[in-house]
């Protein structure tokens, strides 16, 4: 009976979650060290969906399978007054940056952005022939 709010649930969890990954990538655009201080450009990720939400016996439904890091190179950048830029070799004076490219990121977000808002008019549509229903038994 509820199968319906229970799928519309699950994507509006997943995309959420999508979000907030998107929103991380787009914060960690300049970020050319890591959590050690270390020099090494930020690793775009990215939300592997699959089918079947988490506790969901019949199948319906989508969750987060898995969040990856995009294998893609960084970006090189020439900047020889950065602190984090090649002191020496083929790549002096370029500057690892991360993989994030905004573009792509913000047509992700907007992509995500529908997909929330679709599933909240299911959820909302789903809601309405409930209570129609309801109404009819009443």
């Given at each position: ?38 020099s090494e450009p930020y690793q775009r990720r990215v939300a592997l969906f ?10 319906r439904g989508v969750r987060i399978d898995r969040i990856v890091n995009d ?65 009819l038994i009443a």
């Amino acid at each position: 009976m509820f199968g319906s709010f229970d799928t519309s649930t699950s994507a509006l969890s997943a995309y959420r979650v999508r979000m907030d990954i998107i929103a991380g990538n787009m914060a960690n655009l300049h970020t050319t060290r890591n959590a050690a201080g270390q020099s090494e450009p930020y690793q775009r990720r990215v939300a592997l969906f699959a089918a079947g939400a988490a506790g969901s016996p019949d199948g319906r439904g989508v969750r987060i399978d898995r969040i990856v890091n995009d294998p893609s190179p960084p970006r090189l950048v020439h900047d020889p007054g950065h602190p984090d830029a090649q002191r020496e070799g083929p790549d002096a004076g370029y500057v690892y940056y991360p993989n994030v490219n905004p573009v792509v990121e913000m047509v992700d977000m907007i992509a995500a952005t529908r997909a929330y808002e679709a599933n909240v008019t299911a959820f909302e549509a789903a809601k309405t022939i409930m209570g129609s229903a309801l109404r009819l038994i009443a």
